[in-house]
């Protein structure tokens, strides 16, 4: 049971590259997130999707974009990479069936901006 | 807005010391709580939630409504719970409102 699995684990970029980083879950979970996390701020959402072929804006959205094309995966794009999008990346997903549910994540993406 | 605060960014204590992670919310409903932590190099793992009222690795969280708290607890410090730990309450939209988090770090 593999969970969450985010690619690449590292990345280095330069300034104005793009990128995609994937999402793979194998829980057949409808909600998925991709949050950034940074020293002393804990996670922040960028964006989320509640089901296949819809997404919608978190908390931090500028300079990303995202797409759930299959239920199982849901892609973080970086069309022109910042050194401020320099950060850890995580995926996570969550089952909407019942009131009590956990967020499995993905291990992270180091990415790093120079 | 619904809000989390975790107003220690970090805390070091002893092992064998007691430990409490406080956690205040602002939730107009009645939200789901969970703790979750992450050890050094490994991905947020979920630690607790106060539905089920279990003990995990020795640590507890009560929710007080009262005081809109869950603060997590153990009365008996380990070195292996040094990590960061993130109170996390999940609103009806199934959205997970994120603390900093709490950076623990257990001495010897």
């Known amino acids: 049971n593999a969970g969450v699995t985010q690619t690449p684990k590292f990345r280095v970029l330069k300034t104005g590259q793009s990128m995609t980083l994937l999402c793979a879950q194998d829980m057949n979970h409808e909600y998925m997130y991709w949050y950034r996390q940074d020293p002393g701020m804990g996670l922040r959402l960028i964006h989320y999707s509640v089901g296949e072929g819809t997404t919608a804006k978190g908390e931090v959205p500028d300079g990303y974009n995202v797409s759930r094309l299959k239920k199982q995966n849901f892609l973080l794009g970086l069309e022109s990479a910042a050194p401020s999008q320099t950060s850890v990346y995580f995926c996570a997903s969550i089952t909407s069936r019942g009131t009590d549910t956990e967020a499995f994540f993905g291990q992270g993406t180091r990415l790093t901006v120079v | 807005a619904q809000r989390v605060t975790q107003p220690e960014k970090l805390l070091s204590v002893f092992k064998g010391a007691p430990v409490e992670l406080k956690c205040n919310y602002s939730y107009s409903g009645s939200p789901e709580l969970f703790w979750y932590v992450q050890y050094s190099r490994q991905r947020l793992q979920l630690l607790l939630r106060?539905?089920?009222?279990?003990s995990i690795k020795g640590f507890t969280a009560d929710l007080n409504k009262g005081e809109t708290s869950f603060h997590l607890k153990k009365p008996f410090a380990q070195e292996e719970d040094s990590a960061m730990y993130y109170c996390a309450p999940r609103d009806s939209n199934y959205q997970l409102i994120w603390g900093a988090g709490t950076k623990l770090i257990i001495k010897p």
């Open positions: 106060h539905i089920s009222r279990e």
